[in-house]
């Protein structure tokens, strides 16, 4: 069960009351909101509320929330998602439209219990990362991120990438994962674009200052202000932004805390960066210990912070997926021809073994892997079909694999429709 006394007693919430945040409403906004004015991002012009609770009745396939962060049941997920996810699916149309409330008007977070159940394998994934992170530790002594300084943490760029052409098929089996897809599928719609930063923060490690995440959090206020205020909004729907964790995390090793519905604040992104506003986040946030498997899937706008790990020997690992829209641009480049290309043996076997012949056993791996949007591309060379737009790169790969291309069929086949989305 996720609710109950054990459960409560293992929460942590410095919320008291509401999160003293409130939705905008139309009678609150300026009537020609074309930018929001500077003096807009003082922590003096929050609104106070009390009644941002949720309720479990909100969010029915749930198994409830605990301070507004919102829980559901691997299992129970892994049952209604064993159909297609496609929009005459009753079974996921309920769960996207419900996840949807969550990431949008209700509190812009979601935590999907045992969303990876195969243990054994999130360990190989996490030994792969380890020896990623000490290749490169290796090559880059003493460079720290923005997450911490040199040797506070441990941190993966574009770990996507890098983990399907060092392990294929640990990648595929790893990504198979329809819970993972489904998420990413109902905040952003099909052709989603996933991108994957692993972060080990060791023991010492500080706690970051709550911030919104890309595409605005990553801008100054100076720049955030010349961005008309619908965009700020739009920003939203460009990205989803989760986190697998690959080990407990106990809450004093400071798994990530949130302010529940602060998506929802007009001036979010203009207001992370206040000292008052820092000081009111830690009186009011809100954490939940994460056990491994766990995945948290958010709204980029909703202010967050890792926290401090206090622990005395939990590496808090996870692997925080960043996944973007077809339409949007993703925070990182990724050869995708070349992720195909590697992961395709894989995804072969895997088809071949189940002795279905049928790609949509992978289907999840198969979009995590390609590039689904068949734009941008030259349409002198690769001209639409009639109103349908050109083969995608995962059309391209999906029929691959129908056909059984052999891998030297298949990479022939991924350069040709490379070249001819090149401009010259
Ligand atoms: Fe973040």
């Known amino acids: 069960m996720l609710s109950g006394p054990a459960l409560l007693s293992r929460l ?124 490169e530790e290796e090559e880059n ?18 770990a996507q990438e890098k983990l399907c052409v060092k392990n294929p098929a640990l990648f595929v089996k790893y990504m198979n994962n329809p819970i993972l897809t489904a998420c990413s599928r109902s905040w952003l719609g099909p052709d989603f674009q996933v991108t994957s930063q692993v972060n080990s923060s060791h023991p010492g490690s500080a706690a970051q200052d709550p911030h919104c995440d890309y595409h605005l959090g990553f801008r100054s206020n100076e720049q955030v202000v010349e961005y008309p205020a619908h965009v700020h909004k739009m920003s939203q729907y460009l ?53 491994k498997g766990d995945a948290v899937f958010f709204n980029p706008g909703l202010i967050h912070a890792a926290g401090d790990n206090l ?52 289907l999840a791996a198969i979009e995590c892997t390609a590039f689904g949007n068949a734009f941008p591309t030259n349409l002198d060379k690769d001209t639409p079909q009639g109103s349908s737009p050109p083969p995608s790169q995962k059309d391209k790969l999906y029929e691959a694999l129908m056909m059984k291309l052999t891998p030297y069929e298949f990479g022939q086949w991924m350069d040709a429709h490379k070249g001819l989305r090149e401009s010259v």
């Open 141 to 158: 002594e003493g460079v720290g991120d923005h997450f911490s300084a040199a040797g506070n943490n441990s941190r993966i760029w574009n």
């Open 239 to 291: 990205t989803l932004q989760g986190a697998i964790a690959h080990v407990d995390m106990p809450l004093e090793s400071g798994p990530t805390t949130f302010l529940p519905y602060s998506q929802n604040f007009e001036r979010n992104y203009l207001t992370w960066r206040d000292p008052q506003f820092i000081e009111y986040y830690k009186m009011r946030n809100c954490q939940l210990p994460l056990d």
């Open 311 to 362: 622990s005395e020997n939990v590496d808090r690992l996870a692997n925080l997926v960043q996944i973007s829209s077809a339409f949007g641009q993703p925070m990182e480049t990724l050869d995708r021809y070349r992720m195909c290309k590697a992961a395709y043996p894989s995804m072969l076997e895997l088809v071949n073994s189940e002795g279905h012949g049928d790609p949509a056993h992978i």
């Open 12 to 135: 942590a919430c410095r919320r008291v009351g509401g999160t003293g945040l409130r939705n905008l409403s139309s009678h609150d906004a300026p009537k020609h909101a074309l930018k929001l004015q500077p003096e807009q991002q003082r922590v003096s012009s929050f609104f106070p509320i009390d009644s941002n609770n949720t309720f479990a009745t909100d969010f029915p396939l749930s198994e409830g929330n605990l301070s507004n962060i919102v829980l559901y049941d691997g299992k129970k997920v892994r049952g209604l998602l064993s159909g297609p996810q496609v929009s005459t699916n009753e079974d996921y149309n309920e769960l996207a439209s419900e996840w949807i409330r969550v990431l949008d008007s209700g509190p812009g977070v979601l935590v999907v219990k045992d969303a990876f159940p195969d243990h054994e394998l999130l360990d190989q994934v996490t030994t792969a990362f380890e020896e990623i992170i000490k290749e």
